[in-house]
Nanobody, 126 residues
């Protein structure tokens, strides 16, 4: 069993930055690929970024790919995964969720993840 707790969300102006954190319980964090997803009101949950269990592979959604303003990383010693987001846009307002998948690579498929956090709200004002 893995429990995930997100933090770092909040209200930020367009163009601002946030770093989301996801702290995982358990002793096998390094065996889990980690992903970040988001869900805006009235929309389906969508993939944002993922990192493999080894940390050697990352993947980003097409909507954020190519922007040098988003980065996923992990610190296995702290059982934590991070999502650094810069130059935020109002359309990125959503609840952001982290997820863990056993031995998952950097996958963007929701079904590859076994555990989910409760989410943290990110609101970007224009």
């Amino acid at each position: 069993q893995v429990q995930l707790v997100e933090s770092g969300g909040g209200l930020v102006q367009a163009g601002g930055s946030l770093r989301l954190s996801c702290a995982a319980s358990g002793r096998t964090f390094s065996s889990y690929g980690m992903g970040w997803f988001r869900q805006a009101p009235g929309k389906e949950r969508e993939f944002v970024a993922a990192i493999s269990w080894s940390g050697g592979s990352t993947n980003y959604a097409d909507s954020v790919k190519g922007r040098f303003t988003i980065s996923i990383s992990r610190d296995n010693a702290k059982n934590t995964v991070y999502l650094q987001m810069n130059s935020l846009k109002p359309e990125e307002t959503a609840v952001y969720y982290c997820a863990a998948g056993f031995l998952a690579m950097s996958t963007g498929r929701l079904s590859d993840y076994d555990y989910w956090g409760q989410g943290t709200q990110v609101t970007v004002s224009s």
